[in-house]
Nanobody
């Protein structure tokens, strides 16, 4: 499985940005895709995730109500719509692939994911 993330950039606080992650390869039927981020000097943290077949979504508390994760099945692409961006959202954003998801809680941990794409940098200026 390969993942290709794009859409990062430099924006001002309050602006919006949409990240995309296109996946390719052979997938399991119960796979999930997630967005994580890593700020300088910090560990990678969960942002949002979606179970591909069910459409179940999970968000971290820090982005709930501002970010929206969605998918385009025809394009094998997952999106992260980021609204009302804050300087603390500045980080490298990564998309990850989890081969088999059986529970609602098994898509929020970094260690749960099997493959990662290269990150895309989001910088939010104040």
């Amino acid at each position: 499985v390969q993942l290709q993330a794009s859409g990062g950039g430099l924006v001002q606080a309050g602006a919006s940005l949409r990240l995309s992650c296109e996946i390719s390869g052979r997938f399991y039927s119960r796979y999930a895709l997630g967005w994580f981020r890593q700020a300088p000097g910090r560990e990678r943290e969960f942002v949002a995730a979606i179970k591909w077949s069910l459409g179940t979504r999970r968000y971290s508390d820090s982005v709930k109500g501002r970010f929206i994760i969605s998918r385009d099945e025809g394009k094998n692409t997952v999106y992260l719509q980021m609204n009302s961006l804050k300087p603390e959202d500045t980080a490298v954003y990564y998309c990850g692939y989890k081969a088999n998801s059986y529970y609602s809680e098994d898509i929020v941990g970094v260690s749960e994911y099997d493959f990662w794409g290269r990150g895309t940098l989001v910088t939010v200026s104040s």
